[in-house]
């Protein structure tokens, strides 16, 4: 369970400069992560407080919406910046409730790309299946032309597409809400789609994005609001309970207990709304 199979991109992995998938690993207080990384988690830890809980409420919400997709019925998914390996990941989660399910992990991040080489163990079983990507998700038909979509999507079938704490570190430039309905467009009705996307909405965080956005930052951050985040599910039907905060979105599903994590999950039940600053939401496709 848990292994990965990846096609494997070279890439330059550049130590010198932080990079958003690792500076989230630091601020959930993991390891796979540089100095540089470390340093902009704690800047944002300085005028941000419980950022280490609020990056938990972040990946619970995602592995939530996992849980809620895999019992959905849902047995393929593309996971668009899936990010490094934290257990568990989101594919060990759906291939715990369906056994048979596909997933296809995208990151454009090189090191994220040879943690997930660490973890291959092909050959694949007849049934499940996990496969990597080395992509850009701005660039639509470079992930859903490629061999790894190709072979091992239906995407005539229900998909599960994620884009979970991704499309802020995409800016407006790099037309992300285009890219999401290149996404929409191209897979089955049924298909479901979630967003987690920090926002200002709730509390003035212009200082974690300079933070972020500072000459040793990671960024680009781009934080939304609801209407923008809204717009991303254009054409779909929101399911209950909508867009709501990330600690707050279907907080009564229980997560099946697979992986090992080696960081030490921290409490978020005490976090205000101010705190998680998040929005995730859900939606099908008609
Ligand atoms: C904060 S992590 C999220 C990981 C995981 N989805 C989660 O919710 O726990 C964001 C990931 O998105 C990746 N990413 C950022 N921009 C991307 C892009 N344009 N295409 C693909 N991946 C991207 C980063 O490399 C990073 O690994």
């Not at 592995?63 to 390996?85: K, N, P």
């Not at 000459?215 to 809204?230: K, V, Y």
């Not at 399911?239 to 990330?246: A, M, Q, R, V």
């Amino acid at each position: 369970m848990g292994a990965k199979y990846k096609t494997f991109t070279p890439g330059h992995i550049d130590a010198s400069q932080p990079h958003p998938g690792r500076v989230y690993n630091a601020l959930l207080g993991g390891k796979d992560h540089y100095e540089v990384d470390a340093a902009v988690a704690a800047a944002i830890g300085k005028v941000h407080p419980n950022s280490r809980a609020t990056a938990w409420a972040a990946r619970h919400c995602m592995e939530r919406i996992a849980t809620f997709m895999a019992r959905e019925g849902i047995t393929q998914f593309l996971d668009l910046g899936c990010g490094s390996s934290i257990e568990p990941d989101l594919d060990q989660i759906v291939r715990s409730i369906a056994p048979d399910a596909r997933v296809v992990s995208v990151d454009s991040d090189p090191i994220v790309a040879r943690r997930s080489e660490a973890f291959m163990s092909p050959p694949q079983s007849a049934e499940g299946r996990s496969v990597f990507l080395q992509a850009d998700l701005c660039d639509p038909s470079s992930v859903l032309d490629s061999p790894e979509v190709r072979n091992t999507l239906d995407l005539t079938q229900p998909v599960g597409l994620c884009f979970n704490n991704v499309l802020c570190f995409i800016d407006d430039a790099r037309r992300p809400h285009d890219a999401v309905a290149a996404y929409v467009e191209a897979v089955a009705p049924g298909s479901l789609m979630s967003v987690i996307h920090p926002t200002a909405d709730f509390k003035d965080l212009s200082e974690v994005v300079v933070a972020y956005n500072s000459e040793d930052g990671s960024g680009p951050l781009r934080l939304r609001g609801r209407a923008e985040i809204l717009r991303f599910f254009t054409g779909l039907d929101l399911i209950e309970p909508g867009l709501d905060t990330s600690r707050g979105w279907r907080s009564d599903i229980a997560v099946p207990q697979v992986g090992v994590s080696n960081i030490a999950v921290v409490d978020t039940s005490t976090l205000t709304d101010e705190e998680d600053s998040k929005y995730a939401a859900v939606a099908r496709k008609p």
